[in-house]
């Protein structure tokens, strides 16, 4: 897998320093062997790049996206075929490694096997770290079932997000230790629960809670024993203290929260994984649910604002939905993530920032063995060769097609518009 690959005189952004350097970096296999300097010997069986002054920067990486739900509309969900609804997620996986995105963690969606896929042909998409089904109590969040069909813990026959093991509804400690369980057996690196109301949600309000005490706790330790953590959905300020309390590790959203409840999660070392939410980012069907999405996007300056104050770990991500001709949202709203905080700091965001929430997976991190997000000796070899400078212009990124020269992932070339050398014993005594 993978080659040996020379990337020369590029401006290289790390991943993790405050600014630009000039040098060469040298791939081989599927990590990162040399950042340096001083030019690197170009010996037989290596392909060279000439870089010409381009910003190499690390892959991208977004912590919120649901691969299935952007891959197809509800009608989709719906109507289609497992093999449909997965081929046509593997298929919009190449687009998300396109705009350069090399690593995802799917916060709902059943990717364990296209995950699978991917890791042995890494041009086919980004890398995974799967939740599989987002877990939620009935008439929550992720209870897809309709209002005259009984509930599953009634007695009820499963949703069709249950089926498509996009969602999964459990009530009662018994029921989410087993929710919990059969995620990870499927395959999950971490475990994405439900805790409050949302937009795209027909029964709850934004202000209800859910999910007990007692049953947060049992999915925290299901998650725990398995060398990992839990995720949560959630906006209010009551529910965001509950699975504070509870040992959940990243409040996912927040948009509603108040400046105390930010403060805690900085003082619990909790991580705020949040989007720069727009009002026009998402279509909604029924005038309820566009109500919601408005107080919730209200929510997002004061959001970063307070974060940013109070020193809290930040994570980025998009949480599209349902609309895949929509999708390249994704480098957009990447774009737009300057607006809350400096170029530089966004890039951190998105590279070797993101990549820390990552790696509290744990002992299910199937990404451990090398370090994501950065440009240095030992990293996975992710890289992307921007026509510019993404420091000063991060709007760069929000064309990937015109401006994203070249992307590696996993040491395989992906994307190349700039011209490459081979290097043979041949060529090099001629």
Same mark, same amino acid.
């Given at each position: 897998?993978?080659?040996?690959?020379?990337?020369?005189?590029?401006?290289?952004?790390?991943?993790?320093?405050?600014?630009?350097?000039?040098?060469?970096?040298?791939?081989?296999?599927?990590?990162?062997?040399?950042?340096?300097?001083?030019?690197?010997?170009?010996?037989?069986?290596?392909?060279?790049?000439?870089?010409?002054?381009?910003?190499?920067?690390?892959?991208?990486?977004?912590?919120?996206?649901?691969?299935?739900?952007?891959?197809?509309?509800?009608?989709?969900?719906?109507?289609?075929?497992?093999?449909?609804?997965?081929?046509?997620?593997?298929?919009?996986?190449?687009?998300?490694?396109?705009?350069?995105?090399?690593?995802?963690?799917?916060?709902?969606?059943?990717?364990?096997?296209?995950?699978?896929?991917?890791?042995?042909?890494?041009?086919?998409?980004?890398?995974?770290?799967?939740?599989?089904?987002?877990?939620?109590?009935?008439?929550?969040?992720?209870?897809?079932?309709?209002?005259?069909?009984?509930?599953?813990?009634?007695?009820?026959?499963?949703?069709?997000?249950?089926?498509?093991?996009?969602?999964?509804?459990?009530?009662?400690?018994?029921?989410?230790?087993?929710?919990?369980?059969?995620?990870?057996?499927?395959?999950?690196?971490?475990?994405?629960?439900?805790?409050?109301?949302?937009?795209?949600?027909?029964?709850?309000?934004?202000?209800?809670?859910?999910?007990?005490?007692?049953?947060?706790?049992?999915?925290?330790?299901?998650?725990?024993?398995?060398?990992?953590?839990?995720?949560?959905?959630?906006?209010?300020?009551?529910?965001?203290?509950?699975?504070?309390?509870?040992?959940?590790?990243?409040?996912?959203?927040?948009?509603?929260?108040?400046?105390?409840?930010?403060?805690?999660?900085?003082?619990?070392?909790?991580?705020?994984?949040?989007?720069?939410?727009?009002?026009?980012?998402?279509?909604?069907?029924?005038?309820?649910?566009?109500?919601?999405?408005?107080?919730?996007?209200?929510?997002?300056?004061?959001?970063?604002?307070?974060?940013?104050?109070?020193?809290?770990?930040?994570?980025?991500?998009?949480?599209?939905?349902?609309?895949?001709? !929509?999708?390249?949202?994704?480098?957009?709203?990447?774009?737009?993530?300057?607006?809350?905080?400096?170029?530089?700091?966004?890039?951190?965001?998105?590279?070797?920032?993101?990549?820390?929430?990552?790696?509290?997976?744990?002992?299910?991190?199937?990404?451990?063995?090398?370090?994501?997000?950065?440009?240095?000796?030992?990293?996975?070899?992710?890289?992307?060769?921007?026509?510019?400078?993404?420091?000063?212009?991060?709007?760069?990124?929000?064309?990937?097609?015109?401006?994203?020269?070249?992307?590696?992932?996993?040491?395989?070339?992906?994307?190349?518009?700039?011209?490459?050398?081979?290097?043979?014993?041949? !060529?090099?005594?001629?």
């Amino acid at each position: 897998m993978g080659q040996r690959l020379l990337i020369k005189n590029v401006r290289i952004f790390d991943g993790l320093s405050d600014g630009l350097t000039d040098g060469h970096v040298l791939i081989d296999g599927r990590r990162i062997t040399a950042v340096e300097s001083s030019p690197v010997a170009e010996t037989d069986g290596t392909t060279v790049i000439d870089g010409a002054g381009h910003t190499l920067i690390p892959g991208l990486t977004d912590a919120h996206v649901h691969l299935v739900g952007m891959a197809n509309t509800l009608i989709d969900l719906v109507m289609g075929s497992q093999t449909q609804l997965a081929a046509a997620t593997l298929a919009r996986a190449k687009d998300t490694l396109l705009r350069g995105f090399t690593t995802v963690r799917d916060m709902a969606g059943d990717t364990a096997g296209i995950k699978t896929v991917i890791d042995k042909e890494p041009e086919l998409g980004p890398r995974i770290y799967p939740s599989q089904a987002a877990v939620s109590q009935t008439g929550g969040h992720g209870d897809f079932g309709f209002v005259y069909e009984r509930p599953t813990a009634l007695g009820g026959s499963e949703s069709r997000a249950e089926q498509i093991g996009f969602m999964r509804v459990a009530d009662g400690t018994e029921r989410v230790l087993a929710a919990v369980r059969e995620q990870l057996k499927l395959g999950a690196s971490q475990i994405k629960l439900m805790v409050g109301g949302g937009a795209a949600s027909l029964y709850d309000p934004l202000y209800t809670v859910q999910f007990t005490a007692p049953e947060l706790r049992a999915a925290v330790q299901a998650a725990e024993d398995y060398g990992t953590y839990v995720a949560t959905h959630v906006y209010n300020v009551t529910g965001i203290r509950r699975a504070v309390e509870a040992g959940v590790k990243s409040i996912e959203h927040g948009h509603l929260a108040d400046e105390p409840t930010i403060a805690l999660l900085a003082e619990r070392g909790v991580w705020l994984s949040t989007q720069p939410f727009a009002e026009h980012d998402h279509s909604f069907m029924n005038p309820d649910s566009a109500a919601k999405n408005r107080e919730i996007c209200a929510g997002t300056d004061q959001l970063y604002q307070w974060a940013t104050k109070h020193g809290v770990n930040v994570a980025w991500g998009t949480d599209l939905l349902f609309e895949p001709d !929509r999708d390249d949202l994704q480098s957009t709203m990447l774009a737009r993530l300057g607006n809350y905080m400096g170029n530089l700091a966004a890039l951190k965001m998105v590279t070797s920032g993101n990549a820390a929430l990552f790696r509290l997976a744990g002992d299910r991190d199937p990404y451990r063995d090398a370090r994501l997000g950065e440009i240095t000796p030992g990293a996975w070899a992710d890289v992307l060769l921007v026509a510019g400078d993404p420091t000063a212009d991060l709007g760069l990124l929000a064309d990937p097609a015109k401006n994203l020269a070249v992307i590696v992932k996993d040491g395989v070339v992906v994307k190349n518009q700039l011209p490459a050398v081979q290097h043979t014993a041949d !060529r090099d005594t001629q």
